[in-house]
């Protein structure tokens, strides 16, 4: 669930101090982003279900998370200063569409999960009753899409800002996910792209490494320690992208003339594997689009 990883991974964040280093290095973060530091949190889901698996993701955690289930989520929002919206997009109405929570959203900042959904689709519902005119001035509204690798740190996340977002907002978007991992700023015009991209690709990601792990298995390795392998080298694989190294150069350094790495990697192209891994991205951008224009 991403709210939950969201929730996990900026708990971590806040509480990390099993060092001096550690303590003061998120002291930094929120100094140098004037922002002040969350002090309470509350999750809303719908059924004992949902509750008891989030409470048991938060149970690592000494900061207290009250969870509530199937109450008027109206109610705890009153209290709120921050709302992240994590719904099915096909519930958008359902959760934002009557008084109480409008009225509970006003002069307040959401953030939207949600896959597909704009944050125009957003506005248009909670202007229908015109909240800009409220005395606590309009919602504002923020779109983010980080992954699950918010567990651990480790997510990228791509944020929609509408124009004129006030600096003080901009501070907390930025301390929030960027305590979670990397964060980019993307238009809507590119954003259902950034989802498949951004949210989507480690389930892909995982596909292939258990298929190398498959593979290894096969050859005669354990499974944890072929994971454990496979793994290692996706993650040094990545880094050295990241510091700079291009996909194309990597690969050519690696495949030596007559080796066994080029076998492998002509085994792959004869699957075709280029292709079917562009067009997973794109049909996982158009269901994203799909998504969004679903709602009840």
Same mark, same amino acid.
């Given at each position: 669930? /991403?709210?939950?990883?969201?929730?996990?991974?900026?708990?971590?964040?806040?509480?990390?101090?099993?060092?001096?280093?550690?303590?003061?290095?998120?002291?930094?973060?929120?100094? #140098?982003?004037?922002?002040?530091? *969350? $002090?309470?949190?509350?999750?809303?889901?719908?059924?004992? !279900?949902?509750?008891?698996?989030?409470?048991?993701?938060?149970?690592? %955690?000494?900061?207290?998370?009250?969870?509530?289930?199937?109450?008027?989520?109206?109610?705890?929002?009153?209290?709120?200063?921050?709302?992240?919206?994590?719904?099915?997009?096909?519930? /958008?109405?359902?959760?934002?569409?009557?008084?109480?929570?409008?009225?509970? /959203?006003?002069?307040?900042?959401?953030?939207?999960?949600?896959?597909?959904?704009?944050? #125009?689709?957003?506005?248009?519902?909670?202007?229908?009753?015109?909240?800009?005119?409220?005395?606590?001035?309009?919602?504002?509204?923020?779109?983010?899409?980080?992954?699950?690798?918010?567990?651990?740190?480790?997510?990228?996340?791509?944020?929609?800002?509408?124009?004129?977002?006030?600096?003080?907002? /901009?501070?907390?978007?930025?301390?929030? %996910?960027?305590?979670?991992?990397?964060?980019?700023?993307?238009?809507?015009?590119?954003?259902?792209?950034?989802?498949?991209?951004?949210?989507?690709?480690?389930?892909? %990601?995982?596909?292939?490494? =258990?298929?190398?792990?498959?593979?290894?298995?096969? $050859?005669?390795?354990?499974?944890?320690?072929?994971?454990?392998?496979? !793994?290692?080298?996706?993650?040094?694989?990545?880094?050295?992208?990241? !510091?700079?190294?291009? *996909?194309? #150069?990597?690969?050519?350094?690696?495949?030596?003339?007559?080796? #066994?790495?080029?076998?492998?990697?002509?085994?792959?192209?004869?699957?075709?594997?280029?292709?079917?891994?562009?067009? !997973?991205?794109?049909?996982?951008?158009?269901?994203? =689009?799909?998504?969004?224009?679903?709602?009840?």
């Amino acid at each position: 669930n /991403l709210g939950t990883a969201l929730l996990c991974g900026v708990l971590t964040s806040i509480l990390e101090d099993k060092s001096a280093t550690a303590t003061q290095d998120v002291t930094q973060r929120w100094q #140098s982003h004037e922002v002040t530091a *969350p $002090t309470s949190f509350a999750a809303c889901v719908r059924t004992s !279900a949902s509750a008891s698996r989030l409470n048991n993701a938060l149970a690592p %955690f000494r900061h207290p998370v009250a969870v509530h289930h199937n109450q008027n989520s109206a109610n705890i929002i009153d209290d709120a200063d921050i709302i992240v919206l994590g719904c099915q997009p096909t519930d /958008l109405h359902e959760c934002l569409d009557n008084a109480a929570m409008k009225s509970a /959203l006003r002069g307040k900042l959401l953030i939207s999960l949600l896959a597909g959904v704009k944050i #125009s689709d957003i506005e248009s519902i909670l202007q229908a009753t015109d909240n800009s005119k409220s005395q606590n001035g309009p919602t504002i509204i923020v779109r983010a899409m980080p992954n699950t690798a918010s567990f651990v740190k480790e997510s990228m996340t791509v944020i929609e800002t509408p124009p004129g977002t006030p600096s003080e907002t /901009l501070r907390v978007i930025d301390w929030i %996910f960027g305590s979670i991992g990397n964060i980019k700023y993307m238009p809507t015009s590119t954003f259902d792209a950034c989802t498949a991209l951004c949210a989507s690709s480690p389930a892909f %990601f995982a596909v292939f490494l =258990e298929a190398l792990v498959d593979g290894a298995v096969a $050859t005669g390795l354990s499974r944890s320690d072929a994971q454990e392998m496979a !793994a290692q080298a996706m993650k040094g694989t990545a880094e050295l992208i990241l !510091a700079g190294e291009h *996909p194309v #150069s990597l690969k050519e350094k690696i495949t030596t003339p007559g080796g #066994s790495t080029i076998r492998g990697v002509l085994r792959l192209e004869q699957g075709n594997m280029r292709a079917v891994v562009a067009s !997973a991205l794109i049909d996982c951008k158009t269901a994203a =689009e799909t998504l969004g224009k679903q709602r009840t």
